[in-house]
């Protein structure tokens, strides 16, 4: 079982166990937020090639009925992956401000 970590900022940030991997095509993970009090929820990576680029597919799912978390992340993921796409095109990532 593999674990992980993740911090975006300061502060609190999300932990995982590792379900599923397919080397080059998927990684499955629990996603549980350390922010706020919830049940952990599952995200799904897949990616495909399609000639000389991939395609990306990022699914979040199983978030526990009536918990905070799909509110929390709903902008979040549009975010992070518009900045994953600028760091791979550019090599510079987004800088998404925050009000703290």
């Known amino acids: 079982m593999h674990r992980a970590e993740l911090h975006g900022r300061p502060g609190a940030g999300v932990e995982g166990v590792v379900i599923e991997v397919i080397p080059r095509r998927k990684l499955v993970h629990t996603f549980e937020p350390k922010f706020i009090e919830d049940k952990p929820s599952r995200v799904t990576y897949e990616i495909e090639p399609m000639g000389l680029v991939c395609k990306l597919t990022v699914t979040h799912d199983e978030f526990p009925k009536g918990g905070p ?7 979040g993921w549009p975010e992070i992956l518009s900045s994953l796409k600028s760091l791979l095109e550019t090599g510079e990532a987004l800088v998404i401000p925050r009000d703290q």
């Open 69 to 75: 978390t799909l509110e929390t992340v709903r902008e």
